[in-house]
């Protein structure tokens, strides 16, 4: 038999485990619901609790198991402590520390969630075959990772990969929810894609399939629109491809990857969306013909589990 990683991601609803070959391969998972009250103080030990289940179960000895990652959703130090995750109600804690102590002192290495969902992608997802990589997490917010060398920068204030929070437009004048005007995550998010259609359709009369929507439009409704040829959803995407080619363009230019990473509900438009995004992002950056393409992720929800047992292995 194989040498074991464990790879966890803590969710606010529920803490997704996988148990993996150092290979690369899922052999199991599960999930253990997220048990928020009196300021998280549980969650690890419920976590502790299933790993060891699971193991005896399948009859893996712990000896077969060379470690475990976390993924949280939160800054973490360079010592695996997290001084907030708000969703958790955690402050000031160690959960790599803790879990390592319930699990008998196996290694274990801890990472903020988006980070790790970057590493699992250039592991065995949409970035596989890549050492340096980008991953851009389009969903209800906009989430990154930077992976350079295989490895996670995560800055020394655990601020590395906030790319939802770089200040891109000027003219904003609604606040993000970190506080900052004018952010990526305001424009590109699914939440900022729906912001700006009803913008677009209260400041033209023009006729348009997102009318019908009004103001429960979606994300997935304006993508579809403008997939269908829709004038007005075209150009509510032009203005999220400006914006986020022309913050893709501002990362290269500091860490230029192989490759930009797309991931998160938005990123189901597929190809569409990566064309929108690229003519603006090689606009930007004019200065070579040879950069960093545009792709996929591929893993899904289990990009999390899979960038977290990776923490792991180096």
């Known amino acids: ?42 969650i690890i030990g419920d976590v502790a609790a299933s790993i060891l289940k699971t193991l005896e179960e399948k009859q893996i000895p712990m000896e077969e198991v ?23 109600g955690w402050h000031n804690v160690n959960p790599g520390k803790e879990l390592s102590e319930l699990l008998g ?24 075959g890549f050492d340096d990589i980008v991953m851009v997490t ?42 900052g005007v004018g952010c990526v995550e305001q424009i590109s998010s699914a939440t900022g894609i729906a912001r700006e259609a009803r913008r677009k359709m209260a400041a033209s009369d023009a006729p348009s399939a997102m009318r019908e929507f009004g103001d429960d439009i979606t994300a997935k409704d304006v993508l579809d629109a403008a997939k269908a040829g829709d004038a007005l959803a075209l150009e509510t995407m032009e203005v999220v491809g400006h914006y986020l080619g022309l913050a893709l363009a501002q990362i290269s230019m500091v860490v230029d990857p192989e490759v930009f990473v797309l991931g998160g ?29 545009i792709v996929l992720a591929t893993l899904g929800n289990d990009a999390g589990i899979y960038g977290a047992a990776r923490q792991i292995l180096d």
């Open 1 to 42: 038999m194989g040498k074991k990683c464990i790879g966890i991601d803590v969710g606010g609803t529920s803490v997704k485990v996988g148990l993996f070959e150092t290979t690369g391969d899922l052999l199991l998972k599960w999930e253990v619901p997220t048990r928020k009250e009196e300021g998280g103080k549980y």
């Open 66 to 88: 060379v470690g475990a990652g976390l993924g949280v959703p939160g800054p973490v130090m360079p010592d695996g402590s997290v001084e907030v995750c708000v969703n958790l």
């Open 105 to 128: 002192g196996l290694p274990v290495k801890s990472g903020n969630d988006a980070n790790v969902a970057a590493l699992g992608e250039m592991w065995q997802g949409g970035g596989k």
């Open 138 to 179: 389009l969903g209800t917010g906009v989430g990154g990772g930077v992976i350079i060398g295989q490895k996670i920068i995560a800055g020394k204030h655990g601020l590395a990969g906030e790319i939802g929070h770089i200040h891109i437009r000027d003219e904003e004048t609604e606040s993000c929810n970190c506080g």
């Open 265 to 293: 509900g938005v990123s189901k438009a597929g190809q569409f969306l990566i064309d929108t995004i690229y003519k603006h992002y090689d606009k930007y950056t004019p200065i070579s013909k040879n950069k960093s393409g």
